[in-house]
C-alpha cells in the first residue's frame, strides 16, 4: 500500500530520498496491521512511533534548510504543517493503544496516508517549481 511511486517525486534527490524511507516506515505499520500471527502489536506500534517521529523531525529539518537554501515563499506554511504532524505523533496515547491496538495502528495508518500523499503532492512538489 505504502510505495513511493513517480507521481510523488519533487526532482529534488534529498528530499526523495527521505520521503521513501518516511514510505517505508509507514509500509511497516501496515505489514503490522496485517500480520495475523503477532498477537500482542504494542511494542512493535510504540517503536514505529520512535522510529517515525525520530525520521520525520530529521526529514523536516532537512527539508525546510533546503528551502532557505532557495528561499522558498512557502517555507513557514511548510513548518507549520511539519509542526502539526510532529504533533499529531505526539498525540497517540500510549494507554490507548494498549487497550486497542488494531484500532491504534489503524489510525496511524490512515493518517499517514492522508498526511504522506497529500502534503507531497499539495506541498513538497511546488517546492521544485
Known amino acids: 500500500m505504502f510505495e513511493m511511486k513517480d507521481e510523488f517525486l519533487t526532482g529534488i534527490e534529498l528530499i526523495d530520498d527521505e520521503h521513501r524511507e518516511l514510505f517505508r516506515i509507514a509500509q511497516t505499520a501496515m505489514d503490522l496491521y496485517q500480520d495475523e500471527y503477532v498477537a500482542d502489536k504494542y511494542d512493535h506500534?510504540?517503536?514505529?512511533?520512535?522510529?517515525?517521529?525520530?525520521?520525520?523531525?530529521?526529514?523536516?529539518?532537512?527539508?525546510?534548510?533546503?528551502?532557505?537554501?532557495?528561499q522558498y515563499k512557502r517555507l513557514f506554511t511548510q513548518k507549520i504543517e511539519h509542526n502539526a504532524f510532529v504533533e499529531k505523533l505526539n498525540e497517540?496515547?500510549?494507554?490507548?493503544?494498549?487497550?486497542?491496538?488494531?484500532?491504534?495502528?489503524?489510525?496511524?495508518?490512515?493518517?499517514?496516508?492522508?498526511?504522506?500523499?497529500?502534503?507531497?503532492?499539495e506541498k513538497d512538489k511546488l517546492i521544485s517549481q
Open 45 to 70: 506500534i510504540i517503536e514505529i512511533l520512535k522510529e517515525l517521529k525520530a525520521y520525520a523531525i530529521k526529514h523536516f529539518a532537512d527539508e525546510e534548510a533546503y528551502m532557505e537554501s532557495i
Open 92 to 121: 497517540f496515547d500510549l494507554d490507548k493503544i494498549d487497550e486497542n491496538q488494531e484500532g491504534a495502528i489503524l489510525d496511524l495508518l490512515n493518517f499517514l496516508n492522508d498526511w504522506l500523499v497529500n502534503h507531497i503532492l
